[in-house]
């Protein structure tokens, strides 16, 4: 599929449905992880392997934001992904990034939120792809990264009510997915980096509504072991 055509598909309503149901998700989840609550007017957020710029375009339809990295290797969506920001917010403030998550070209602490959506798959090598995102966070920011369609109950609404909605293409996609290389991790490397990092993390893994990792950048309190 090219880009032209990955736009016009992102752009149907019922995909910006599920965007728009995947950020809610995102947030809610997020703001569990949370001290504070995420300041959008005062965030900077990077989305990663933006594409057209689904996910920031629902992030910007919920939201007034400070600012917006757009990043890809594919430098063809970046101008796509902003003009589509742009219809949301004119003056919305973007940054176009011709970049790969292994070595993302910015220096440290920068994001309060790092989101990334259909991308994780792809990227050859998960720790340092991860590393890259924790370097790139400011103290506290938080990270979103994983795929998926939306929740269960978003699925089985937009099966009843979407009426281009095909569940044999979505199998034939799904089908189509297994096929293409995935450099992911069983959860428990990932576990494992948390870990080591010692900060807040959740991992949710649902069958249907993807598969999602989160966490903070705040080290966390070590408790005293009484005795
Ligand atoms: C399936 S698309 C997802 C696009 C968008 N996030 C969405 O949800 O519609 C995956 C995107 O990840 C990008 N990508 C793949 N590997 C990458 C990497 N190493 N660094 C940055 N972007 C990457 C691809 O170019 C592509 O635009």
Same mark, same amino acid.
Not at 56 to 61: E, F, H, I, K, T
Not at 70 to 78: A, H, K, Q, S, Y
Not at 114 to 123: A, H, K, L, N, Y
């Given at each position: 599929?090219?880009?032209?055509?990955?736009?016009? %598909?992102? %752009?149907?309503?019922?995909?910006?449905?599920?965007?728009?149901?995947?950020?809610?998700?995102?947030?809610?989840?997020?703001?569990?992880?949370?001290?504070?609550?995420?300041?959008?007017?005062?965030?900077?957020?990077?989305?990663?392997?933006?594409?057209?710029?689904?996910?920031?375009?629902?992030?910007?339809?919920?939201?007034?934001?400070?600012? &917006?990295?757009?990043?890809?290797?594919?430098?063809?969506?970046?101008?796509?992904?902003?003009?589509?920001?742009?219809?949301?917010?004119?003056?919305?403030?973007l940054f176009l &990034?011709?970049?790969?998550?292994?070595?993302?070209?910015?220096?440290?602490?920068?994001?309060?939120?790092?989101?990334?959506?259909?991308?994780?798959?792809?990227?050859?090598d998960q720790y340092?792809?991860?590393?890259?995102?924790?370097?790139?966070?400011?103290?506290?920011?938080?990270?979103y990264i994983g795929?998926?369609?939306?929740?269960?109950?978003?699925?089985?609404?937009?099966?009843?009510?979407?009426?281009?909605?095909?569940?044999?293409?979505?199998?034939?996609?799904?089908?189509?997915?297994?096929?293409?290389?995935?450099?992911?991790?069983?959860?428990?490397?990932?576990?494992?980096?948390?870990?080591?990092?010692?900060?807040?993390?959740? &991992?949710?893994?649902?069958?249907?509504?993807?598969?999602?990792?989160?966490?903070?950048?705040?080290?966390?309190?070590?408790?005293?072991?009484?005795?």
């Amino acid at each position: 599929m090219d880009y032209k055509q990955f736009d016009a %598909q992102s %752009q149907s309503v019922w995909n910006a449905n599920m965007y728009d149901d995947i950020c809610k998700t995102a947030l809610s989840r997020c703001s569990l992880l949370q001290q504070a609550n995420l300041d959008f007017s005062r965030a900077s957020i990077l989305d990663i392997g933006c594409g057209p710029g689904g996910i920031s375009q629902a992030l910007l339809r919920r939201n007034k934001i400070r600012e &917006i990295a757009l990043m890809d290797l594919r430098v063809e969506g970046l101008q796509i992904a902003a003009d589509n920001l742009r219809k949301i917010d004119k003056d919305q403030k973007l940054f176009l &990034i011709d970049g790969d998550v292994h070595h993302i070209p910015l220096t440290d602490n920068l994001f309060s939120l790092v989101i990334s959506r259909g991308s994780q798959r792809f990227w050859i090598d998960q720790y340092r792809a991860f590393q890259e995102i924790h370097r790139v966070l400011e103290p506290d920011g938080i990270a979103y990264i994983g795929g998926g369609r939306g929740s269960s109950t978003f699925q089985k609404h937009r099966e009843l009510n979407d009426p281009d909605w095909n569940p044999e293409s979505f199998r034939r996609d799904r089908h189509f997915l297994k096929h293409l290389p995935s450099y992911l991790l069983p959860d428990e490397a990932y576990q494992a980096l948390f870990q080591e990092w010692n900060v807040p993390w959740a &991992i949710y893994s649902n069958e249907g509504d993807g598969h999602w990792f989160c966490w903070q950048k705040r080290v966390l309190e070590k408790i005293p072991i009484p005795g």
